[in-house]
């Protein structure tokens, strides 16, 4: 596997972060084969700096919550766990929405890289078991300003 980006590389428990309050936010909606949706208010990670603090040291994340990281072209990605302390779903999302891989509840603080080969447009993080919860797949779709 090539793994073009490791997102948390480099931070540490001194790592200064960024209040997420002053994230952008947005919304995305998780439509599945089944023909189910399902919204969730998103931080979005649009610069470096914020990709490289994700959901660090957050304790708890609401199931109608998550974290969208946007690359500025597709690219082949991964993430660890590194300072997170919760375990969270990893939805990766080609260029037209596309869920192509989900890592099902990553554990948590694992420095184990997580990701995928093909070209991603953008990642989602949810909350630990929200895939399964929901009933969402590879093969669902992702509807944000993002993909087009």
Do not use: C
Request: glycine share 8%; proline share 7%.
């Amino acid at each position: 596997m090539v793994l073009a980006t490791i997102v948390s590389i480099g931070a540490g428990a001194d790592t200064p972060t960024e209040d997420l309050a002053r994230f952008p936010q947005s919304e995305v909606t998780v439509e599945t084969a089944a023909g189910t949706q399902f919204t969730y208010r998103v931080w979005v990670a649009d610069t470096e700096a914020r990709q490289r603090q994700g959901l660090m040291f957050v304790r708890d994340l609401p199931a109608d919550q998550g974290m969208l990281f946007i690359h500025p072209a597709p690219r082949p990605a991964a993430f660890w766990m590194k300072n997170t302390y919760i375990p969270l779903d990893i939805l990766f999302i080609d260029p037209r929405g596309k869920v192509v891989k989900i890592y099902e509840r990553a554990t948590p603080l694992s420095l184990e890289p997580l990701g995928v080969d093909t070209p991603v447009r953008a990642v989602l993080e949810l909350r630990g078991g929200e895939s399964a919860r929901r009933g969402i797949r590879a093969g669902d779709r992702v509807r944000h300003r993002t993909f087009r």
